[in-house]
């Protein structure tokens, strides 16, 4: 039985319950399951502290697990990425009372407070800075008001919560992080992990793509293909009016009102989209 680890909490929470769910697992309908068994699909859910996914699956006996790539940046596990999963995309930065450093450099020899010391560590030994490092679990932002330190270095989605507490960021990010699915490294059932990954796979595809289906005159298939590639190849159909044609052909989601209307402009009609809600490239 494949065991997966699953974040409890958190921006990972619920936008990997929907994954799952869309790719066909039982997936936690109450939040205070902690465990969670599917027989149909032989796996086996265990819903954890997201900052533990990446040691449970380093080191214990769970196959995969959901996390952030940042969450497994700093926790030092063996576990590995096997698949970026796209959502909860966020930043790692820092931050400092407003007017006090311009850039990185100018925190050299200064208090540094984050929950995330062994990112920062990493960077600042690239950057040959020297800093103290204050590890806080949890929110940073109220460190320098607080006293314990004279910058932060923090997760960032927005930035409105550092600008909140009279905090403005400093330079490029240090660390880019989104969700990712993770293994450990002496997985027993590989094709168990083979299988869940097309699964995880099928639905980031779904959600990029949709179908769209129209009719264009044989004598403009193929300049409406080249609008149209497809993934392999469009499909492309003979109409009860012989003249015609009917394409059907996958389309990059956020490009699709643009395709429609080049479509029409080309001579398309019947133009019709259609969510894909699983699919297997």
């Not at 399951?33 to 214990?60: C, M, S």
């Not at 103290?132 to 004279?150: F, S």
Request: overall charge negative; some cysteine.
């Amino acid at each position: 039985m494949l065991r997966v680890a699953v974040p409890n909490k958190g921006q990972l929470s619920d936008p990997a319950r929907d994954m799952l769910r869309e790719a066909g697992y039982a997936a936690a309908a109450n939040s205070r399951e902690l465990v969670v068994q599917d027989p149909e699909n032989d796996v086996e859910f265990f819903f954890l502290r997201p900052r533990d996914i990446a040691t449970y699956v380093g080191r214990g006996t769970l196959d995969v697990g959901i996390t952030g790539e940042d969450l497994l940046a700093d926790s030092g596990s063996q576990a590995t990425t096997i698949l970026e999963l796209g959502f909860a995309p966020s930043t790692f930065r820092l931050a400092a009372p407003k007017g006090t450093a311009k850039s990185a450099s100018d925190l050299a020899g200064k208090r540094i407070a984050t929950s995330y010391p062994t990112i920062l560590n990493n960077w600042l030994t690239k950057q040959n800075l020297s800093a103290e490092v204050v590890t806080l679990d949890g929110a940073v932002e109220n460190a320098v008001r607080l006293g314990v330190a004279d910058a932060v270095a923090d997760v960032v989605a927005t930035g409105t919560t550092l600008k909140q507490a009279g905090l403005e960021i400093i330079g490029d990010p240090i660390f880019k992080s989104q969700s990712v699915l993770i293994s450990r490294n002496n997985i027993e059932d590989q094709n168990a992990v083979d299988v869940f990954v097309r699964r995880l796979q099928g639905v980031i595809t779904a959600r990029a793509y949709v179908l769209v289906d129209y009719d264009i005159p044989n004598t403009l298939v193929e300049k409406a293909c080249v609008i149209t590639p497809g993934i392999e190849s469009p499909t492309v159909s003979s109409l009860h009016d012989s003249a015609w044609s009917a394409v059907r052909a996958m389309v990059p989601r956020k490009q699709v009102h643009a395709v429609m209307d080049e479509l029409y402009d080309l001579g398309a009609r019947g133009v019709i989209v259609t969510d894909i809600h699983a699919c297997r490239i």
